[in-house]
């Protein structure tokens, strides 16, 4: 395999990808390049090449953007996980908003003016789940932290300022213990050790954690011991879950849980909605931004009282059970049997009756509902990162409901999308969120009518 030769280059950034970097271009070459703003002009250095396309590093900003701050993280570019700790927070917002339009514009011919990103008051500690995995430090000591970009190597990382500060101190001391008691960490390579990662779960409603150890076997050396001094300092752990992962996998959890201590489940709210929320369920990360996101769902699709609305690609069901309190009637559909059980659960806790979940592919029962001549009047969708599939949008134009709102967390895939549904449906709204403030991620709202409704 040929090797590449780094060569530096000097030039202008002229914009930023959806992915969050820079674009920069300089002598008919275009190198994507993190942490570089559009406006800034630098010397880069062009350090490698994959499928033809350019990458880079910043060596030396000539010429500054305005926006640009200080990174908030020492962490910044290294563990992988954010775009834009150096930009303020206006400017990131602007940011978003573009790279939706763009899309919209480049990949489905749609010129529509994208509404300007909603965000958060304060964009930090709002992770209310963090997965981190487990190693060893330089010194040989053992740490928790992120994967380097592209590669499976620990950048060792004490506090995170995207997560709850709570997950941040429980995370520290129990790798402390883990370090005090030789409870090994595991080594992929040789398929040896005990600890692959340490996921927390926090809830907003009470401060409260649930711990999750993932493990390569059902225990691990001195647990009683480490558990109970981890308790002992933090309280406000009320379950622990032993994960039980014995593959070879880049998959983080696995399929069996062990409670050890506590309930093995939180609670938290969204709206006035209570969930329960096991290790393994899906829950907004973001719970400031989820409830503003869906507020905002329910107050512009203009839901009716006599309604039969549609929640596709459901999860646990959020936002089917938040629209059954001005729906007739919500059938939600989903695939994964947990958050099937975990939608239920929650439709009884809350005492919804107006409300169902079927267990199924959303593409195959929508099918079989535009058979069947149902009538629809509101389609709700949030399909994956993938986007929808061309069959389930041709089942949609069949069923034609009156109102289509697609939620969407690649706007590579729903601009896609909207190309198979813009000669019936018509855009009224498209709406990004800061869902994950500082990340390349944001969530974008579209609410669609048909033309002749």
């Known amino acids: 395999m040929p090797t590449f030769a780094p060569f530096l280059l000097e030039g ?20 994507f ?6 406006g800034e002009e630098a010397v880069i250095e062009v350090s490698y090449s994959r499928n033809g396309t350019l990458f880079g590093e910043v060596r030396k900003i000539l010429v500054p953007s305005p926006f640009r701050e200080k990174p908030h993280c020492p962490h910044f570019l290294k563990c992988g996980g954010c775009a834009f700790q150096n930009v303020s927070y206006e400017a990131e917002l602007e940011i978003k908003r573009k790279i939706v339009e763009d899309q919209l514009k480049k990949l489905s011919g749609i010129e529509f003016k994208v509404a300007p990103t909603i965000g958060m008051e304060d964009p930090t500690n709002y992770r209310n789940k963090i997965q981190m995995p487990v190693g060893r430090d330089r010194h040989g000591h053992v740490a928790a932290g ?24 429980i995370i520290k001391d129990l790798v402390l213990l883990f370090d005090r008691f030789d409870v090994l960490p595991y080594d992929e390579d040789r398929g040896r050790g005990d600890i692959r990662h340490i996921v927390i779960r926090t809830s907003k409603k009470k401060r409260e954690a649930l711990l999750g150890i993932v493990c390569r076997n059902e225990d691990f050396p001195r647990r009683k011991k480490v558990i109970e001094l981890l308790l002992r300092k933090h309280p406000e752990v009320t379950s622990v879950v032993l994960n039980v992962n014995p593959r070879k996998t880049n998959v983080i959890l696995g399929e069996k849980n062990k409670v050890v201590f506590g309930k093995g489940y939180l609670e938290d709210s969204l709206l006035g909605v209570s ?3 096991s290790l393994s369920s899906f829950f907004q990360t973001n719970v400031v931004m989820a409830e503003k996101l869906f507020q905002h769902l329910i107050n512009h699709a203009e839901i009716r009282s006599t309604d039969v609305v549609l929640d596709a690609y459901s999860g646990i069901g959020t936002i089917g059970l938040l629209a059954s309190q001005k729906a007739k009637q919500v059938i939600a559909v989903e695939s994964v049997p947990s958050a099937v059980k975990d939608a239920r659960e929650t439709a009884i806790r809350n005492e919804i009756p107006n409300f169902t979940i079927e267990l199924g592919d959303a593409t195959e029962y929508i099918g079989e509902l535009a058979k069947a001549g149902e ?36 706007p590579g895939t729903l601009s896609r999308d909207l190309v198979e549904l813009k000669d019936r449906y018509q855009i009224a709204e498209v709406q990004p969120f800061d869902m994950f403030p500082r990340t390349h991620h944001v969530e974008t709202l579209v609410v669609l009518n048909r033309n002749d409704a």
């Open 12 to 31: 202008k950034c002229v914009d930023v990808s959806y992915e969050g970097k820079g674009v920069f271009k300089s002598k008919k070459k275009t190198v």
């Open 33 to 38: 390049v993190d942490g570089l703003l559009p």
């Open 146 to 169: 992120f994967y380097a970009p592209y590669s499976h190597r620990l950048i060792p990382v004490e506090a995170c300022i995207n997560e709850d500060p709570l997950a941040s101190k």
């Open 275 to 277: 969930f329960k929320i």
């Open 375 to 410: 009538k629809i009047d509101v389609v709700i969708m949030d399909p994956p990162r993938k986007g929808s599939t061309p069959e389930f949008l041709h089942s949609v134009l069949k069923l034609a409901p009156r109102t289509l709102v697609y939620v969407s967390c690649n």
